[in-house]
């Protein structure tokens, strides 16, 4: 089973990403609406993937994605946005990020950014 923590506060989005990343029914998504509590439910469970908007209210993406790499500096992740701009997406990264995708992207290409994460992740495991 993979998890994945994903952390939008567009509810909507969020159930639309959760709903797609799940079809693969070896796949199950935690959906939080603020970076408080994505770092509160990293804390909590163990997951192979961390989806992180980066204007989330309470603690943002980047920040809630730099506490998350002190806990598991291995952990990927991917951060996303479609309001932040070059030096906050250049952030994203420099905290950790491999990719920072610009809303809309194609859900697709997501999904095949985590599928091969993963998949790296285990052949070296």
Do not use: W
Request: proline share 3%; aromatic share 6%.
């Amino acid at each position: 089973m993979v998890t994945i923590l994903l952390a939008e506060d567009d509810k909507n989005f969020g159930i639309i990403l959760k709903k797609e990343l799940e079809e693969d029914k070896c796949t199950t998504v935690d959906l939080v609406s603020d970076g408080v509590e994505a770092v509160e439910r990293f804390i909590e469970n163990t997951y192979d993937f961390v989806l992180l908007d980066i204007k989330l209210p309470k603690l943002d993406g980047t920040n809630a994605l730099k506490v998350i790499k002190k806990l598991n500096p291995d952990i990927p992740a991917i951060t996303f946005s479609g309001h932040a701009g070059n030096v906050e997406m250049a952030e994203s990264i420099e905290a950790g990020a491999i990719k920072c995708l610009t809303k809309p992207f194609e859900i697709a290409v997501l999904k095949e950014e985590v599928k091969r994460y993963i998949m790296l992740r285990r052949r070296c495991q």
